[in-house]
């Protein structure tokens, strides 16, 4: 999610050697398709499984969910380009680019991550009605994350809408150039975007273009209610051992880094991610070694 793919070397896995990633969609009912995997991966294993039992209720969950079509609600990207244009503009301007952070987004970021959080909730309690309050807890923390709300966030177009703005001249403003490739700012001002299409339009207009534009988020946490972490945590806890985490590389600016970390496991390198930030980085990591490592402790052998 947000980071750049890198092929691996095909050759069978022993210590040190990683093997390639293969995006797999996953079919649970015939009106319920859903998305692959974080793109974060760098080496997803060829034909892998689903992961379905991350969570104890996981296959429950799985098969009473039903896709959002975008085509049955009006486009989220529409509607915010019908808000004021002073009202847009707020939404995308960064705190450095003012004196005031109450110029900034800051505010409508606050509202909108609240409204989205609402509306994952809400529709997470209908579609999943005999689901553990932990279990939706866990979906709707992955579905209105950063790395979603970013990837919502490029999807609609806001660092184009960023870059049709003219830049701020204010001594200590974070360059447009910076802000389109960095995931935190994007991802806050699709947050500040909802928000403001949330006082302009109320409540119900906004509902359902929203939950479509996270539907594939939504899936996914679905589908895995743990983050990546989490669930190689968890893997490797009953294996008796763990992860760490190492940062092989960082390149970018400072506004604007991008890492590339390596998941190791008694001294060998299961799983490599890259993300835009070190976090993203470790989660892509951990999703690959859980893809290499699933097929059992005989992954780890010599």
Known sequence: MGGKKIQLPTKAPHRGAFRPCVPVHIRFVPEAVLSRRSS???????GSASRSGSCEHASCVLLETTHRSASDVPDLAGLIAQLPSDLR??????????????????????????????FVVEDLHARLPDSRPGTLTMVRSRAVCGVSCAEVGREMGIPAMLEAL?????????????????????AEM?????????????FDPVRD????????QIQAGVENPLDPKSMLHRLLSSRGTHAQ??????????????????????STHVGRGEGRT????????????LDYLEPGPAALAD
């Open 89 to 118: 503009r707020r939404a995308l301007t960064h705190y450095t680019w003012v004196d005031d952070d109450r110029h900034s987004y800051k505010r409508l970021a606050l509202m909108g991550d609240s409204v989205l959080g609402l």
């Open 40 to 46: 974060n991966c760098l080496g997803r294993r060829r």
């Open 209 to 216: 273009p929203v939950l479509a534009a996270f539907e594939r």
């Open 190 to 202: 699709t947050e500040a975007m909802i928000g403001a299409a949330y006082l302009n339009f109320g």
């Open 245 to 266: 985490y190492e940062v092989i590389a960082k390149t970018g600016s400072v506004h604007a880094p991008k890492f590339e970390v390596a998941a190791v496991v008694d």
């Open 278 to 289: 070190k976090r993203e980085a470790e989660h892509a990591a951990a999703e690959c070694a």
């Open 166 to 186: 003219k830049e701020s001249k204010h001594p200590e403003a974070i360059p447009t150039e910076v802000l389109v490739e960095a995931s935190r700012p994007i």
